[in-house]
């Protein structure tokens, strides 16, 4: 299983993006997933999470500014960014708890993409 992660660049304050995370190998399902970023200098924070009952959970700092949706078909995840803001310069990470079998071997693994920049200017 690998996990593609896209959509970073540099897009101006007030604007949107929307970031693409595609799972793709041998899936049986996708049961979580989330968005994640690390700022220059600080600590990776949870951006987007879902959890039981297809509940999501946003950072209070993007709540009504991100939406965080699903593709089942394309296995991918998309994160929606709208009137971003400078403090979101950051680079992005997902997040995709994947189920998938090996012959009759069920695997439950948490797999994680490759990051992708995401730069807000004033």
């Known amino acids: 299983v690998e996990l593609q992660a896209s959509g970073g660049g540099l897009v101006q304050a007030g604007g949107s993006r929307r970031l693409a995370c595609q799972a793709s190998?041998?899936?049986?399902?996708?049961?979580?997933m989330g968005w994640h970023r690390r700022a220059p200098g600080q600590k990776r924070e949870v951006v987007a999470r879902?959890?039981?009952?297809?509940?999501?959970n946003y950072a209070d700092s993007v709540k009504g500014r991100f939406t965080m949706s699903r593709d089942s078909a394309k296995n991918t995840v998309y994160l929606q960014m709208d009137s971003l803001e400078r403090e979101d310069t950051a680079t992005y990470y997902c997040?995709?708890?994947?189920?998938?079998?090996?012959?009759?071997?069920?695997?439950?693994?948490?797999?994680w993409g490759e990051g992708t920049l995401v730069t807000v200017s004033s």
């Open positions: 190998g041998n899936i049986f399902s996708i049961n979580n």
């Open positions: 879902s959890a039981a009952g297809g509940v999501i």
């Open positions: 997040e995709l708890a994947i189920t998938y079998y090996s012959g009759s071997v069920r695997y439950d693994y948490d797999y």
